[in-house]
């Protein structure tokens, strides 16, 4: 019988979708190892099956590459099945499975194809699977900015499975972001149909209504900066909903998030930038305002002090008036000239009848703010003790 030659994997282990690289520079010439063997494509596929369960065995779950041996070799072997018999919808569909289950994305795409041309009338399953593989593919396109591909991928994603949550969220970020607004409400509404308590989607679909008001180029750099927010790179996220803000000064929920993210980042001057424009805008509400006297206050006072005494006068508001007092005493550590705190300080220890600390608290409060006429008041008392 024909034997069939186990096709290695230089040919296609490229790397995974999520961090294409360029190849890498070439080794000196080694003499290549001898090629296993197969009696038959159902002796390969075979092997291909035994190989991927104990793959699954001898690796943590989740933890599935093209470069782990024992799954490289179930790959090779499902290679040597098809190639021995391309038009079996069986070792297509394994080879394909492999793949996807590995997240070689590429591969695993080129692999569902080949299965679908054999076997049109595919189930859901495999439709599903491939659509992930499509997903994945789209998603790393979109991270390196490629919005096209990114979107087309996207789309073929939800012909093969309309209820993706995923494809669908992502096809709307890209419409958005391209400017294709009523597309996009139409994909978010797709979305929140397969997720109706994403607060995340609720979210964009709103933006999506209002985008026309803003334009492209500050939607775009929203849509990116809420990107950059999610994977963790917050300066560049800042960076983005600050661009996003100057392009479009009445897109307010830009000026939100720069000066949400702003106070985050501990920069009081990018708050109080950011918060003067949303809370001179129409839809500004009580928070804007909140966050501003905060981050204005934090230039003075920094806006780590501001923010443990803001701290500890909700615990003080809360009836914790001992968590209170060691909140208002590092708010005084943080930053010894913010006379806020000094009275806060005292008034907390005044009240649990600590006249000595509350003299002190008050004395700096009085030293500090002449115009503060309540300290001056019960240092007095303090000082007599009651």
């Not at 390969?44 to 793959?55: G, K, S, V």
């Amino acid at each position: 019988m024909t034997r069939i030659a186990l096709l290695t994997l230089s040919l296609f282990a490229a790397p995974l979708a999520q961090a294409q690289t360029a190849p890498a520079p070439s080794t000196p010439a080694q003499s290549a190892p001898e090629a296993p063997t197969y009696a038959s494509a159902a002796d390969a596929a075979t092997q291909a099956r035994d190989l991927a369960a104990r793959a699954r065995q001898a690796y943590p779950r989740g933890s599935a590459t093209i470069d782990q041996p024992l799954w490289k070799q179930a790959a090779a072997a499902a290679e040597a099945a098809v190639k021995a018999e391309p038009r079996n919808a069986g070792y297509l569909r394994l080879r394909a499975e492999i793949y996807t289950e590995v997240g070689f994305w590429r591969q695993a795409q080129l692999g569902w194809e080949a299965y679908f041309q054999v076997n049109p009338k595919a189930g859901a399953e495999e439709k599903r699977a491939a659509a992930t593989a499509l997903y994945n593919l789209g998603y790393a396109a979109y991270t390196r900015n490629q919005p096209s591909p990114a979107s087309a991928l996207f789309r073929q994603c939800l012909t093969l499975d309309p209820q993706n949550v995923l494809c669908a969220s992502w096809a709307a970020r890209t419409a958005l972001e391209g400017g294709q607004y009523t597309q996009a409400q139409e994909l978010y509404a797709q979305a929140l149909r397969g997720a109706p308590n994403d607060k995340s989607l609720a979210y964009f679909a709103g933006l999506a209504q209002k985008a026309g008001t803003y334009g492209p180029a500050a939607t775009r750099a929203f849509s990116r900066a809420y990107a950059d927010l999610d994977a963790g790179r917050k300066p560049q996220a800042l960076a983005g909903f600050q661009e996003a803000a100057r392009s479009a000064p009445n897109f307010i929920e830009a000026q939100r998030e720069a000066g949400r993210l702003a106070l985050e980042l501990g920069d009081a001057d990018a708050a109080v930038n950011a918060y003067q424009g949303a809370a001179g805008l129409p839809g500004a509400s009580a928070a804007d305002r909140y966050n501003l006297a905060l981050a204005q206050e934090g230039q003075q006072f920094g806006l780590g002090a501001v923010q443990t005494f803001r701290a500890a006068y909700a615990r003080y508001a809360a009836g914790d008036k001992a968590g209170a007092e060691t909140g208002f005493a590092q708010a005084t550590a943080q930053n010894a000239n913010y006379a806020k705190a000094w009275a806060w300080l005292g008034r907390v220890r005044y009240e649990v009848q600590n006249y000595a600390g509350a003299a002190e608290a008050y004395g700096n409060a009085a030293r500090l703010d002449p115009n503060d006429k309540t300290s001056a008041y019960y240092l007095r008392l303090a000082q007599q003790g009651k």
